[in-house]
Nanobody, 114 residues
Framework: QVQLVESGGGLVQPGGSLRLSCTASGSIFSSAAVNWYRQAPGKQRELVAGMTSRGSTDYADSVKGRFTISRDNAKRTVYLQMGSLSPEDTAVYYC????????WGQGTQVTVSS
């Protein structure tokens, strides 16, 4: 069983930055695709950024140039570096790992507000 533990969320002012982390248990991390999703109040969960096991990345148009996904397989950790944050980025951010099935973290709140 894979467990994902996220950290790094919080309150940040518009224009600020945050880095989210997600650490996985188990041994499949390096072979898995990793993704970050977010869900704002009243909205559907959306894919923000993803990275394959080989390192290919993809981003939602709304975050391109502002967010960067990265991974450290030795630490079984995926990161989401977020910059130029705006109130529209306010959401619960979820870490997702896919390896034959989906695994989800518990979510971490990011609030962008002055």
């Amino acid at each position: 069983q894979v467990q994902l533990v996220e950290s790094g969320g919080g309150l940040v002012q518009p224009g600020g930055s945050l880095r989210l982390s997600c650490t996985a248990s188990g041994s499949i991390f390096s072979s898995a695709a990793v993704n970050w999703y977010r869900q704002a109040p009243g909205k559907q969960r959306e894919l923000v950024a993803g990275m394959t096991s080989r390192g290919s990345t993809d981003y939602a148009d709304s975050v391109k140039g502002r967010f960067t996904i990265s991974r450290d397989n030795a630490k079984r950790t995926v990161y989401l570096q977020m910059g130029s944050l705006s109130p529209e980025d306010t959401a619960v951010y979820y870490c997702n790992l896919w390896f034959g099935k989906d695994y989800w973290g518990q979510g971490t709140q990011v609030t962008v507000s002055s």
